[in-house]
T-cell receptor
């Protein structure tokens, strides 16, 4: 069993839809949780960062962490075609440590 | 542009050969990470260096090795290549105030024929 599980999709939604992306994990020692976005033929870039449990909002993006359930989510409101990319969850036990990534969910937002 | 530079961008070689991938981290970043990305395995952590010293090791094969030089650039050496080594290899770096954010290069795409 992988440490981090993420549905690879692909996920296709119409423009303006609310998108929900999720990951589950098995290691309770993870404390730092991130979402990276990867466009085709590019390296991943950090989208959201959360420490421990709770919610964080940044514009159209909201990240949620539920450590008791070992479950993290990313919500995208009013999705745009420019949001079409692969979204990877990532987590680590401590700052400066190795990041463990989910497999990534491929998202396509249709105009 | 993340500030992390990887060369070469594309590489095609044959089974049994050896290749070297090069990474220049962002200016001032001391940590370098190597990841392998394939369709079926996703982004897999290989190895981390901090200021020239190996810091953490992941699922890196014995046929693979890496090092970080005094000028902080890093190289990943892949030898006795197999078809299954075909993948995207990413280098990432992070700074002293590392909050967990890694800055990724654009990757080196290796194709083994």
């Amino acid at each position: 069993q992988k440490e981090v599980e993420q549905d690879p999709g692909p996920l296709s939604v119409p423009e303006g839809a609310i998108v929900s992306l999720n990951c589950t994990y098995s290691n309770s020692a993870f404390q730092y949780f991130m979402w990276y976005r990867q466009y085709s033929r590019k390296g991943p870039e950090l989208l959201m960062y959360t420490y421990s449990s709770g919610n964080k909002e940044d514009g159209r993006f909201t990240a949620q962490v539920d450590k008791s359930s070992k479950y993290i989510s990313l919500f995208i409101r009013d999705s745009q075609p420019s949001d079409s990319a692969t979204y990877l969850c990532a987590m680590t036990r401590n700052q400066g440590g190795k990041l463990i990534f989910g497999q990534g969910t491929e998202l396509s937002v249709k105009p | 542009d993340s500030g992390v530079t990887q060369t070469p961008k594309h590489l095609i070689t044959a089974t049994g050969q050896r290749v070297t991938l090069r990474c220049s981290p962002r200016s001032g970043d001391l940590s370098v990470y190597w990841y392998q990305q394939s369709l079926d395995q996703g982004l897999q952590f290989l190895i981390q260096y901090y200021n020239g010293e190996e810091r953490a090791k992941g699922n890196i094969l014995e046929r693979f090795s890496a090092q970080q030089f005094p000028d902080l650039h890093s190289e990943l050496n892949l030898s006795s290549l197999e078809l299954g080594d075909s993948a995207l290899y990413f280098c990432a770096s992070s700074g002293l105030a590392n909050t967990g954010e890694l800055f990724f290069g654009e990757g080196s795409r290796l194709t083994v024929l």
